[in-house]
Nanobody
């Protein structure tokens, strides 16, 4: 497993941008798929975006397509989530997660992920 630390959250206004970063430890990070999930108060955890390991294939939930971009820099063991045109409904605690490949499931769901960060808060005011 890898250890993951998120950063970059904050309080912004609607229409603003934020860039979240997920820093990972571990020599095999490039083999991991990495996903971003979010959870708003009183709601279930929701998939946001994911990027596969070596191929770098990206996945997004419909509500963020065209606004969010996930990318990775394997040399720096980092995955970023660029969030543009933020909306109040994007307000949530954002988690990054790593999937080593030992668990089954789609990277757009939680089950394959075996490493999770502590989360970074994103608050978007109207």
């Amino acid at each position: 497993q890898v250890q993951l630390v998120e950063s970059g959250g904050g309080l912004v206004q609607a229409g603003d941008s934020l860039r979240l970063s997920c820093a990972a430890s571990g020599r095999t990070f490039e083999n991991y798929a990495v996903g971003w999930f979010r959870q708003a108060p009183g709601k279930e955890r929701q998939f946001v975006a994911a990027i596969s390991g070596r191929a770098g294939t990206t996945y997004y939930t419909d509500s963020v397509k065209g606004r969010f971009t996930i990318s990775r820099d394997n040399a720096k063991n980092t995955v970023n989530l660029q969030m543009n045109s933020l909306k109040p409904e994007d307000t949530a605690l954002y988690y990054c997660a790593g999937a080593s490949g030992r668990r089954q499931g789609s990277v757009t769901t939680a089950p394959p992920y075996d490493s999770w960060g502590q989360g970074t808060q994103v608050t978007v005011s109207a």
